[in-house]
Structures are given as structure tokens and as C-alpha cells.
């Protein structure tokens, strides 16, 4: 089944009113600088790129996040129109309603790397006799058998292995989903690159069933973009519950490790062109500080010039046993809790699945072991800091 993750409804973005651009009318930015942040010899390819705005009368907060309508792979797009034996000429249904070509359709309009229920449903309709895949979609049991079967499959993977099944352009238009905008955290501030936006992005790039895979938007901006021809279709989406203290004296503490350091390098650069006073704490991770220290001479620059108040590194794979930015929260417990008590706003960007969750149970065991607290009564206090709006999180 798809599990491309698609983009939450967005909110309208408070500039939108100055600009004719939207969600609903993406506004098409020429991509002005694509380099790659982790070093050759990473286990992962993390790119930084740099959008123009100008001519758009677009703009954003530190805090929000774009979204981008990315083209799927062409050569994918052509593998699959030679399979279907069609010239992609061919007129079908677009997303938006109107009849267009065929290799429009699957450029634009629609998933065609996961495959869609609907898909697998139809493809299982058109095999002849038994198959595994007719067995586990009649056993409602057998749905974790079939994900996993799923798993690192693609559309295309489909339609070389049933050569004899025929799909009809029009057929395999009707069985796929909507191609969905990806959103991605902003990582400057207008104040200090003004009519820019810029992205901090881990690029999808995996092996499975003996195929190379790309992640449709983060190669479509990594590959394919930055041609006068090629504009990326772009929208702005208003994060209000990720925002800086309005107070710039307040101190923030942040926790941002691998692409989870995108806003926090807007929030930097912000509080240092606004001024204040607030201090700034960063704990960041990565695997292994030779190769992927993400905005290392920024870092460096900003701590030695006062705007980063303090700094905390955690390599996971620098030594055998894992060190996490939680396990730094926790070595550094005392100051934390003394800054937390400052009334800090305490914010963390990253990954959702694993990360975050544990650096939630970090706070909490900061709290009752610096602060002296039970475990219900850190819950409390953390309760507390979540209704005050100064524990803030955007994990994906
Ligand atoms: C609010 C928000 C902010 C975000 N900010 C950032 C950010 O700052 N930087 C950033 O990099 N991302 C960010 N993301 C994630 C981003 O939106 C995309 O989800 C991400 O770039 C992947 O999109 P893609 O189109 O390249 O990959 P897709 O085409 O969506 O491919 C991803 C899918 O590929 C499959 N897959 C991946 N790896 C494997 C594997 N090894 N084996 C089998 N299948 C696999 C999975 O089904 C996975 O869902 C953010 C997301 C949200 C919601
Ligand atoms: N859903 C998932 O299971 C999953 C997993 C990884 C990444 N992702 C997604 O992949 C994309 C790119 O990821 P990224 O490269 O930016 O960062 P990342 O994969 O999250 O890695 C950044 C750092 O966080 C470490 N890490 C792993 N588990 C952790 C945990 N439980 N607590 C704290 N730190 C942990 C990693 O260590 P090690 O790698 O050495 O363990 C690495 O040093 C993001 O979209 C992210 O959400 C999702």
C-alpha cells in the first residue's frame, strides 16, 4: 500500500494576502544553490539548497516550513511507459480533472513509486489462478503479511514481474493516487538572506529488490532542479506552534539532531540579527563528526561570536557505544534544569518515530533529577511547560 506521506492540510500562510502564491497556486522559484552539507564517505547525503523568492511578494517566520510540489523520475516515468507498451501521448484524466498526456499524468499528477491499494487490488483481479498476492489480500489475517511483502516494492516492480497482465493507460491511471507536495523545515531567516529560503535536506536513496530507489521530492530537488528550465513549485505553510519566545531575552534551548538542526539554524540567524540578549544552547547529533557535522564553520562561527550561547555534540558512531543528543541532555542535567527554570523555551525538530520520543523521557528525567522532582510531579511540570507554550516540537 502507499505510504508516501503526504503533507498535512495547510494552514494559509500569514504573507500569503501580499502574493498572488499559494498552496492552491505554487509559486515556481528558480533553485540558486544545491551543494551537498554531509562529507563524501557519509553513510547519507544531506544537501543544503538556497531558493529565491524574488519576484514571488511571498515570505515566511523562522519556524515555518515549505512545501514543495516535486516531478517524479523521468526515466522511472519512461520505464514504466515502455512496459505499458504506450507512447505517452496517450489522453487520460489528470489530477486536477482535465485530460492530458499520459507522461504528464505520471510526471505530475500521481504516486507511481509505492503502489496504491487500488493497484494491488486490480493487478490481483487480472492474475489468473492462485497467487501469494490474491491469498493475502482474501485473509484480512494476513494484512501484516502483505505489508511486509509491500515493503521497498514499487509500482514498476509490478509490472515487469507480470508481463502477461495488461494495463490500459486509462486503467492504470484510474488505480493511482494523487502525487502529494513534501513539506520541509526552513532553515534561514529573511533577516539574514533576504528574498531567500533555505532547505536542509536528507535525500532518499535505497536499494531494494535489486533496484536503485529514489524519494521523489528530495532527488527531484537534488538531481533535477537548478536548470533555468526547471522551477520548483513552492508554497509556504505557517507552523504558529513552532515559533520563537516573542521575548528575544528569553534563552532557548534546542534539539535538533541530523536534518532536525534545519530551523535552528533559522532561529540563529534570527535572534542574532534581532538582538536581545537571549542565550541559545544546541544539541545536535549525527553519525561521525568527520562527515556528517551539518553546518560545522556556522556553528563555530556563531559560538565564537557570542550568538550561540552554548553548544552540545553527539556522534553516534564515533565510538561503539551510541551517544545520542539525550544522552547529552542528561550529562549536562544540572545546567539544563537551571536554564529550564530561566523560563527557557525548550524546542526539538527531527525524527518522530524514535527520536523525539526518547528525548521527551530525557526532559523528564532531567527535571526530577536536577529539579529534584517524583516522577509524576516532572510529568507535571513538563505538562506545564507544554500549556506555557515553551516546550515546542515539529518531528516528522
Ligand atoms: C513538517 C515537516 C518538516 C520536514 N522537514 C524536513 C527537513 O527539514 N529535511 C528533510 O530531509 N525532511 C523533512 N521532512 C520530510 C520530507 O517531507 C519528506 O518526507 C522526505 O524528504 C522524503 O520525501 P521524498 O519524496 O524524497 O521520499 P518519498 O518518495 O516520499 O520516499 C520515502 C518513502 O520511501 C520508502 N523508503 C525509504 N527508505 C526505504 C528503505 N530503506 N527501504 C524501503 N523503503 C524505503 C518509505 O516508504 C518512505 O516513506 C519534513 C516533513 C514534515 C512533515
Ligand atoms: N521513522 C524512522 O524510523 C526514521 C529513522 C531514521 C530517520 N528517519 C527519517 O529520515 C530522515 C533523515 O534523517 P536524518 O539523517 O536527518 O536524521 P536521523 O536519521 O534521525 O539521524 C540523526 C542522528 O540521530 C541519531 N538517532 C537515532 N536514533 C535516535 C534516538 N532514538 N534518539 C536520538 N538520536 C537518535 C542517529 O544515530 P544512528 O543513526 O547512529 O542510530 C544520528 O546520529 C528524517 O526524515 C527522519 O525523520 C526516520
Known sequence: MSTTPSAPAAA???TEAASPYSRKNPFPAKLVTNRRLSAEGSGKEIRHFEISLTGSGLSYEVGDAMGVYPQNCPELVQEILTVLGASGEEMVNGAAGSQVPLRYALSNDYIITQPSKEFIASLAAKIQGNSVIKDMLADPLRKDDLQKYLWGMELIDFLVMNPSIQFSPDELIGTLRKLQPRLYSISSSLKAHPDQVHLTIACVRYESHGRQRKGVASTFLADRCG?????????????????????????????GPGTGIAPFRAYLQERKAIGGGGKNWLFFGDQRSNYDYLYRDELEAAQADGSLTRLDTAWSRDQDKKVYVQHKMNEHAEELWKWLEEGAHFFVCGDAARMAKDVDAALHQVVEKAGGRTPPQAAEYVEGMKKAKRYKRDVY
Open 12 to 14: 494559509p500562510a500569514a
Open 227 to 255: 536548470h533555468e528550465s526547471a522551477a520548483v513549485p513552492i508554497f509556504f505553510h505557517t507552523a504558529k506552534h513552532f515559533r520563537l519566545p516573542e521575548d528575544p531575552a528569553t534563552p532557548v534551548i534546542m534539539v
